[in-house]
């Protein structure tokens, strides 16, 4: 679908009329009240690549050639903290038998095994990319499968195509191994090593495993000793016994860590007793751990019944205590996690639709306040990515037109006349053609 909003070729113009989440415009002017929704009217002056000026809806008219947009949305691009493009659009060779979390693992495991060659790495990454590009993802941070011998291909590739998208999307790469993994202190080593070398992030798969502290430890320990991040998937089930979430808190309070780690998923965190919920959150506060939510891909997986049961329909949605977290300031975003793979059979890297399912699932609405921060600013700050996913003066024309108006229009349709700005100019926002990906398959 075409765009609905056509830009003047002029170096200078203002977007007049435009209604943005307040809490994605920084400095904004105490004479700009949100309404009832949070929601401001402001004009914006782009020059060249960056945004001059951000001003209340028709306080100046300035000389600048403008566009009336008519009071349609506007927002930073996107930041999707935590992906698997590695995995994506294997779906068409490789389907989950049953829907559920080990049916993904043992598909993704043969296919990774069977056809995760660089060139296959790179055609498929590469899609990935450009569907996030086109739909306005301005970072994207992406998991990679690291057991042997696969680190040994896919971070090679994955740092090309960091050099390939500079510019346009920031690229950042977690090493993804279950913990058990790093029982190999000779792989631990040499996975930390590699993440210097590529400027990769430490990361490991956290459910229920013995171990667990002094693993955790030994992890912790070589991301201190090389100056490196962490980012950790944590208890992706619905098991009221899974305390990894609070085992991570207590080792990194433990180790005196100092920086804020993400952790994603916590979703046995949302069933388990109340009293423990408290005392995790306490500990997560004083850990300074930061919580990335997977709506669409938890709902997908979880509480889908066993390998040969009857089918049933899921009693809970999956997802971790996004409002709790919330209230006790623990910083939360949402992302996409996977696409069209054995860990979820839909998805195309869209930071809109992401939003919308959320809200959806997780009951981030009435009021919807400031919760598009949690697929725009708040990941863009976990990613150390300050001018990222916020509208601020001085900060990069990056921005997203929607021709909805408020959140009701919104939310009840897809976006897909969205006019997506990169450095002060409207991209082409027409995703890649699945038939580039034939031969994948």
């Known amino acids: 679908m075409a765009s609905f909003c056509t830009l003047p070729d002029e170096k200078t113009f203002k977007l007049r009329n435009g209604t943005v989440p307040a809490c994605l415009v920084d400095g904004l002017s105490p004479s700009i009240a ?8 402001i004009d914006i002056v782009i020059s060249d690549d960056r945004i001059a000026a951000i001003l209340p809806a028709g306080a100046d008219n300035g000389s600048e050639t403008s566009v009336d947009l008519d009071a349609s949305m506007v927002w930073p691009c996107f930041v999707d903290l935590h992906t698997h493009i590695d995995k994506g659009h294997i779906w068409p060779r490789r389907r989950n038998p049953d829907g559920t979390r080990a049916g993904a693992l043992s598909s993704t495991g043969a296919d990774r095994a069977d056809n995760w060659t660089a060139e296959d790495l790179r055609a498929r990454m590469n899609f990935s990319l450009e569907s996030a590009y086109a739909h306005g993802t301005a970072a994207l941070r992406t998991h990679l499968d690291s057991t ?47 993440m210097v070398e590529y400027g990769g992030i430490m990361g490991a798969v956290l459910n229920v495993q013995e ?9 912790i320990g070589l991301a201190i000793d090389r100056g490196l991040g962490l980012d950790f998937h944590v208890d992706e089930m619905g098991d009221p016994t899974a305390t990894s979430f609070d085992r991570i808190a207590e080792a990194l309070i433990r180790n005196d860590f100092g920086k804020p780690v993400n952790v994603g998923h916590c979703c046995s965190l949302a069933i388990r007793p109340q009293a423990e919920i408290d005392h995790a959150l306490d500990l997560a506060m004083e850990a300074r751990m930061r919580v990335v939510s997977l709506p669409m891909c938890n709902m997908y997986l979880q509480d889908r019944p066993d390998p040969g049961a009857l ?15 919330k209230a ?15 860990f979820y059979a839909y998805g195309d890297l869209d930071g809109a639709e992401v939003f919308t399912q959320a809200v959806r699932i997780a009951h981030l609405d009435h009021p919807v306040g400031d919760w598009p921060a949690a697929i725009t600013r708040t990941p863009a700050d976990t990613m ?12 990069p024309a990056d921005m997203v037109i929607f021709s909805a108006r408020s959140y009701s229009e919104f939310l009840s349709r897809p976006q897909n006349d969205r006019t997506v700005i990169r450095a002060g100019r409207a991209i082409d926002t027409t995703p890649p053609d699945y038939r580039t990906l034939d031969s994948r398959y």
């Open 211 to 219: 171990d667990t502290n002094a693993l955790l430890d030994f992890v």
């Open 311 to 325: 089918p049933h329909t899921p009693r809970w949605r999956g997802v971790t205590i996004l409002h709790e977290m």
């Open 34 to 41: 949100p309404d009832s929704d949070g929601l401001v009217n």
């Open 384 to 395: 150390g990515l300050p001018d990222k996913g916020r509208l601020k003066e001085g900060g």
């Open 148 to 194: 042997p011998p696969q680190h040994k291909i896919s971070w090679p590739v994955a740092s090309e195509l960091r050099d390939t998208w500079a510019g346009r999307i920031e690229l950042q790469a977690v090493c993804l191994e279950p913990l058990w993994g790093y029982a190999d202190h000779g792989f631990g080593t040499e996975i930390a090593d590699m």
């Open 328 to 342: 006790r300031g623990i910083p939360v975003a949402i992302s996409s996690d996977n696409t069209r793979d054995p």
